[in-house]
């Protein structure tokens, strides 16, 4: 079945840029669906940042959407978040998801597990 | 604030039936987009309860189902048990912000 892992580094400086990456194995991006990024502040609810098509075509929040980049690399299996100057407000468990098209309105699943990236000097 | 309008908190005894609610507006629920819900266990990444808006994934139990009325949308959860115990978020998508949406979240407590 469709597995999701993100990986890159789990503290980052403020200022800097976050940068992560979710790894699919179980189905091939080039086949279709959306790919999507959320992250979840400790203790806090969900927020969704951004998604992209196995195309290329990128859809984010607006209000990261200066400071957000979603790429996908099909010849690994992958796509990427890049968040740029981030602060203490960027900490939180970033998730990687699958999303359906849906003409309504798309779903995300299956999830990966989660990875804390902490913003901190 | 959270776009969706979700209560913080929720309980039932074993074996009852819980609802929860999750409000919306014009632009996301009361449109003509779709609601789905997740399940978010202690320390686990979220899990797909419901999708357009009372349809459940393979593997779930038909004790859980989900409604959709106007600007609101409802999960309902009957014959609770223990497992149940969990963070349930609701998720749309909203046109004005042209985005996907979730609610704040609701904090399922089995007594």
């Known amino acids: 079945q469709v597995q999701l892992q993100e990986s890159g580094p789990g503290l980052v400086k403020p200022s800097e840029t976050l940068s992560l990456t979710c790894t699919v194995s179980?189905?091939?991006?080039?086949?279709?669906?959306?790919w999507g990024w959320i992250r979840q502040p400790p203790g806090k609810g969900l927020e969704w940042i951004g998604s992209i098509f196995h195309s290329g075509n990128t859809y984010y929040k607006s209000s990261l959407k200066s400071r957000v980049s979603i790429s996908v690399d099909t010849s690994k299996n992958q796509f990427s978040l890049k968040l740029s100057s981030v602060t203490a407000a960027d900490t939180a468990v970033y998730y990687c998801a699958r999303l359906p098209p849906n003409d309504y309105g798309s779903w995300f699943d299956p999830w990966g597990q989660g990875t804390l990236v902490t913003v901190s000097s | 604030q959270s776009v969706l309008t979700q209560p913080p908190s929720v309980s039932g005894a074993p074996g009852q039936r819980v609802t929860i609610s999750c409000t919306g507006s014009?632009?996301?629920?009361?449109?003509?987009?779709?609601v789905h819900w997740y399940q978010q266990l202690p320390g686990t990444a979220p899990k797909l309860l419901i999708y357009?808006?009372?349809n459940r994934p393979s593997g779930v139990p038909d004790r859980f189902s989900g409604s959709k009325s106007g600007t609101s949308a409802s999960l309902a959860i009957s014959g609770l048990q223990a497992e149940d115990e969990a963070d349930y978020y609701c998720?749309?998508?909203?046109?004005?912000?042209?985005?996907?949406?979730f609610g704040g979240g609701t904090k399922l407590t089995v007594l």
């Open positions: 179980g189905y091939s991006i080039s086949s279709g669906y959306f």
């Open positions: 998720q749309s998508y909203d046109s004005r912000l042209s985005g996907s949406v």
């Open positions: 357009k808006n009372n």
């Open positions: 014009s632009s996301n629920i009361g449109a003509v987009y779709d």
